[in-house]
């Protein structure tokens, strides 16, 4: 069983930037596709971002517009989210997500892919 903990949200004024992290447990890390999704109140969760097993593959929503970037340690067993030029449209829980895979490159876009899921980390841009 992988466990995931989200950690880097906070209150940033628009135009400004945060670094996600996630920390996963219980599992080789170096297998796992990873995710970025977010929530805002009264809405679905969304895809954020994707990053492969190797790091080498990384998709991101069509509302990311260069602002974030996803990258992974596979040594540390984390996953980071740089979000620069954030908006307040960007309020949201953050929730980081994993799924074995045995394919290197494969991206997963869809929440229905991925089996683990963290708590969250609450992301607010004030304007």
Not at 30 to 42: E, I, K, N, V
Not at 70 to 87: C, I, P, Q
């Amino acid at each position: 069983q992988v466990q995931l903990v989200e950690s880097g949200g906070g209150l940033v004024q628009a135009g400004g930037s945060l670094r996600l992290s996630c920390a996963a447990s219980g599992g080789t890390f170096s297998s796992l596709a990873m995710g970025w999704f977010r929530q805002a109140p009264g809405k679905e969760r969304e895809f954020v971002a994707a990053i492969s097993r190797s790091g080498v593959n990384t998709d991101y929503a069509d509302f990311v517009e260069g602002r974030f970037t996803a990258s992974r340690d596979n040594a540390g067993n984390t996953v980071y989210l740089e979000m620069n030029d954030l908006k307040p449209e960007d309020t949201a829980l953050y929730f980081c997500a994993a799924d074995f895979t045995t394919r290197p490159t494969v991206t997963k876009l869809q929440t229905h892919q991925y089996a683990f899921w963290g708590l969250g980390t609450q992301v607010t841009v004030s304007s």
